[in-house]
C-alpha cells in the first residue's frame, strides 16, 4: 500500500462515547416532557437503562409502556425531536483528542459520519470539531443511497481531501456498516474496538472486515506504519 495521507473517522463511538450522547438526550427529554414522565432524574435513568437493554431502537415507546402511558398520536414524534436537536454535552474521549493532535501536522484529517445532518451537525459542533478536519461529510447531505456501507461517500470525501483511497485510511467501530466501502476502494480500514463499545460485539458484513482492530487510539500510529 502506498503511504498513507489521509485519516478518516467515524464519529459516534468513535471520537467519543455515544452512550453520552444518548444521555444527554435523555435528560433533555426527561425536562422538556416533566408534565407526563414525572421527575426528570428518574425518568432519564430509565431511558438509559432501556437504551442499554433490546429495547435500544425504541425507547420511547418502552418507556411508555413502561410507565403505563398512552401515546396522544404525536407524543413520541416530539420526543424524538427534542432528542435530535438538543445541544449535546458530550466531549472527546482522551485517547481521540491526543490521536486529533498527533495527526494534524502529517495528515489530511476527514470525518465521514452517518445519520440525519442537523443532529450530527450539532454533535460536531458540541465537540469543536469544525476547524480540526480538513472535510467533513455527513452522509445524509448526499441524499438517500449513500449511507455506510456504499462506497459513494468515501468517494466524495477522497475528492474533498484530495487523496486517493489507497493513500487514505478508515477509522471506525462498527463491523456491520463501517468498512465494507472503504475495503472495495482500496482503503485502509481499521476497527477501534473500545471495550464496552455499543457495536464492539457486531459481526462484519460480507467484505466488511477491518483490516486491523485497535483497543484504543494510542495503537493508531502502530496500525498505520504496518501498512
Do not use: C
Request: hydrophobic content about 40%; proline content about 6%.
Amino acid at each position: 500500500m502506498p503511504d498513507i495521507a489521509a485519516v478518516v473517522f467515524d464519529l459516534d463511538d468513535t471520537l467519543y462515547p455515544e452512550r453520552e450522547y444518548a444521555l444527554s438526550g435523555f435528560r433533555a427529554v426527561a425536562d422538556a416532557f416533566a408534565d407526563r414522565l414525572g421527575n426528570p432524574s428518574d425518568s432519564a435513568a430509565i431511558m438509559l437503562r432501556l437504551f442499554e437493554s433490546e429495547h435500544r431502537p425504541r425507547v420511547f415507546d418502552a418507556l411508555l409502556a413502561e410507565m403505563g402511558l398512552t401515546d396522544d398520536g404525536a407524543l413520541i414524534e416530539r420526543m424524538l425531536e427534542t432528542y435530535r436537536n438538543h445541544i449535546p454535552t458530550i466531549r472527546l474521549f482522551d485517547d481521540a483528542e491526543d490521536a486529533l493532535k498527533a495527526l494534524r501536522a502529517d495528515y489530511r484529517l476527514g470525518l465521514l459520519t452517518d445519520g440525519r445532518l442537523g443532529t450530527q451537525g450539532l454533535k460536531i459542533d458540541a465537540l469543536d470539531l469544525r476547524d480540526r478536519f480538513d472535510a467533513i461529510l455527513i452522509t445524509s447531505e448526499l441524499g438517500p443511497g449513500f449511507s455506510k456501507p456504499s462506497p459513494r461517500p468515501f468517494e466524495f470525501i477522497s475528492t474533498r481531501l484530495q487523496v486517493l483511497g489507497s493513500r487514505s485510511v478508515y477509522v471506525a467501530d462498527n463491523p456491520d456498516k463501517d468498512f465494507a466501502g472503504p475495503n472495495a476502494l482500496g482503503w485502509m480500514s481499521i476497527q477501534i474496538k473500545r471495550k464496552g463499545g455499543i457495536y464492539a460485539d457486531e459481526n462484519p458484513v460480507s467484505g466488511g472486515e477491518p483490516q486491523h482492530i485497535i483497543e484504543t487510539m494510542d495503537h493508531l500510529m502502530g496500525a498505520i506504519n504496518r501498512s
